[in-house]
Structure formats: structure tokens, C-alpha cells
């Protein structure tokens, strides 16, 4: 028999935006805004996600969620968090683009007064889904590092390591090379996020940008800003400061499991709408980049990382975690992944917290 699928833990990256610059010391970021692009991408990844977990035709459709396609989503079994940190709004509007896809208006979103008239919500029966952020003072679940001394610690140590400098070294013919297009901005290894962001920003926005750009110098800077990323956010200790970005997420994937797995509880969708970090540091948390490094590095716009809670069949009835992943729009489709070097395609929720415990 098949697993029955109880409910679902997705983590979002937000889709494209205007030039986002961190510190590269402290990683304090700056403020962004979303653009067209990045609502279309973020709604193309929610309408994917209703595709596979809500429509009454999959055979990954959630147990107890509707059946019908026009009935509006009772909001006690949908939580949404999106990070609110220096970005500015950015993660948010893609949370928000992401819902409209994955919750579309449906006419059956309406009210009957006492007077006998009906009213049916805006723009044909728009579903407003709650969405929490933090409160003001940082987001300490989804921007854990910023104004944390330990990981202002971390970076230093990676930066002053012999691996790092030696890599530096290496890149010095690249950095010579993209220096005139970078107006003023510092071409180190250090600062290579903001010299690749800016250069994807630009290729994407800037048609006369993009047509003086060299070929391959954007997936040069981007292997570069695969390698520093991976190694600030990264630890060989799952408990590891490297992994912070991943450690404070977790706690909340494992109570949210837990709750699912409860019968009397009405949870069944969980989405964290999030930027690149806590993936970097999760993949190494769930010890995929060893069978494939291409893990170890920045996933595209509107990613998603699915953690799938399945129950088995009778008489045993246990639940088992299957966790997947689309790296944005250039992938068509999930891919599963085998985490702690499992050889199936799901491991059983007490194992799966065990090893992260």
C-alpha cells in the first residue's frame, strides 16, 4: 500500500529582487525590493506546490486537506512564517506571490449576510492567508547570525584560514578581470556575494549591462560565491555555529513534525518563506553534499525544500520523513533526496530526529 502523505514543511528561498548587498563581515544586509520576476517565479513555485500537494488528482494529495479545488483553505491548518530581516519587504512579497499560486481565488470564498446577500472576496474570492514575520529587533529563526558575535567569530576564522587564502590567491586572474565592471565596488574573495549579486542583477536587468559582459564571468562569480558561502555557512559539527543558519530552523521542522504526526491537531502545511542560507547549512545538516557537492552552494530563486511526512500502512501505521528538493524554475520537478547516506527514499521520524539531535 502507499504511505498516505500527513502534511508538509516547505522551505522557500524568495524569487528574484533588485541588488542585495551583505556585509561581508558581519553579514548585515541591505534593503531590496521584489521584482515582477521574482513574484512570477515565487507564484510558479506555489502553483507547483498546489499541484502536488493539494489538487485531489495527486497522489500526493495532503490527508484531510480539501478535495474540492474551489473550497477555501481553513486557515488552522496552514502556518506561514516569512523572515523579516534587512531585505525590507522582498521575502515577504515573494511569500505573498507564492500563496496566490499555491491558493488562487475561488468564488466559494464568501460570506452570506443577514439581509440575504452574499459578498464574495475581492479579485474573484482572494484567499488572504496569514503570514507571521518577527517582530522588530531581528528575526532569530530565519536571520539567526545577524549581530551574533560567535558567528562574527566564525567568518573571521574562515577568512584567516589557509584554504581560504589559498583560494583567494586562485581567483586573483578573475578578480583582475571583473574589476572594471564592478564601478568602485571591492573585488576580494571576502566581498564576492555582493560582486556576484551584482552581476546577476545586472545581467538580468540591464540589456546593455549584459551585452558587455563577458562570457562565463557571471558562473565564474558564481563558483566563487558558491565556495565562500558553502564554507561561512557550513560546519562539520551538525551543532556547529557554521550551521546556524540551519539549527534554528530545525527545531521548528521538528515540532511542526510532531504536530502533524498528532491526530488531534489541525496542522498540514507549514512554509517558511526564506533567503539562501538555512539551505547551505541543512544540506550539510542532513549530509547530502558528500554523494553530491553540488549541494554545497547558493540555490536559485524560489527553491524549495520539502519535507514530506508519510504514514505507512497497517498494522504498523509508522510515520516516515521523505525530503525533497527543486532548485527553482530550473527544475521541473522535486528531486529526493537520500539524506544520512539512507538508501531509501524516506527514514523513519524518529531517526530522522534522532540524528539531528
Excluded at 581560504?164 to 578578480?175: G, I, R, V
Excluded at 561561512?232 to 521548528?252: C, P, W
Excluded at 515540532?255 to 541543512?282: G, N
Aim: charged share 20%.
Amino acid at each position: 500500500m502507499v504511505s498516505k502523505v500527513l502534511g508538509v514543511l516547505i522551505l522557500a528561498r524568495n524569487g528574484d529582487r533588485t541588488e542585495f548587498l551583505q556585509d561581508p563581515y558581519t553579514y548585515a544586509p541591505s534593503f531590496t525590493e521584489s521584482t515582477p520576476l521574482g513574484a512570477a517565479e515565487s507564484f510558479q513555485l506555489g502553483s507547483y506546490l498546489r499541484s502536488t500537494y493539494l489538487d485531489s488528482s495527486s497522489p500526493l494529495h495532503i490527508l484531510d486537506m480539501p478535495l474540492d479545488p474551489t473550497h477555501p483553505i481553513p486557515p488552522n491548518q496552514v502556518h506561514i512564517h516569512a523572515k523579516s530581516g534587512g531585505e525590507g519587504a522582498a521575502i515577504f512579497d515573494s511569500s505573498i506571490a507564492l500563496l496566490q499560486g499555491m491558493f488562487p481565488p475561488t468564488p466559494e470564498n464568501k460570506i452570506f449576510l443577514a439581509n440575504g446577500s452574499t459578498v464574495v472576496s475581492p479579485l474573484g474570492g482572494y484567499q488572504y492567508v496569514p503570514v507571521e514575520m518577527a517582530t522588530e529587533g531581528g528575526d532569530y529563526v530565519l536571520e539567526p547570525w545577524v549581530d551574533c558575535a560567535a558567528f562574527k567569530k566564525r567568518v573571521s576564522e574562515v577568512y584567516n584560514s589557509a584554504e581560504f587564502k589559498q583560494t583567494a590567491k586562485d581567483a586573483q586572474h578573475f578578480f583582475g578581470s571583473v574589476h572594471d565592471y564592478m564601478f568602485g565596488r571591492p573585488t576580494t574573495l571576502e566581498n564576492i556575494w555582493n560582486v556576484y549579486d551584482y552581476l546577476n542583477t545586472q545581467l538580468v536587468h540591464n540589456q546593455t549591462f549584459a551585452f558587455r559582459l563577458p562570457p562565463t564571468m557571471l558562473e565564474q562569480a558564481r563558483g566563487f560565491a558558491n565556495y565562500k558561502e558553502n564554507a561561512v555557512f557550513s560546519d562539520k559539527d551538525v551543532g556547529g555555529i557554521g550551521n546556524i543558519a540551519g539549527r534554528t530552523i530545525l527545531s521548528h521542522i521538528i515540532k511542526s513534525l510532531e504536530r502533524i504526526a498528532f491526530d488531534d491537531d489541525p496542522l498540514r502545511v507549514l512554509l517558511m518563506e526564506t533567503s539562501y542560507q538555512p539551505f547551505i547549512s541543512l544540506f550539510h545538516m542532513l549530509d547530502v553534499v558528500s554523494a553530491n557537492p553540488a549541494f554545497a552552494g547558493i540555490p536559485n530563486y524560489a527553491s524549495a525544500l520539502s519535507f514530506e511526512l508519510l504514514r505507512g500502512p497497517a498494522p504498523e501505521m509508522r510515520d516516515f520523513v521523505r525530503i525533497k528538493f527543486k532548485n527553482g524554475t530550473h527544475d521541473s520537478d522535486f528531486q529526493t533526496l537520500h539524506v544520512f547516506d539512507h538508501y531509501e527514499d524516506k527514514l523513519p521520524v524518529t531517526e530522522f530526529i534522532y540524528r539531528l539531535e
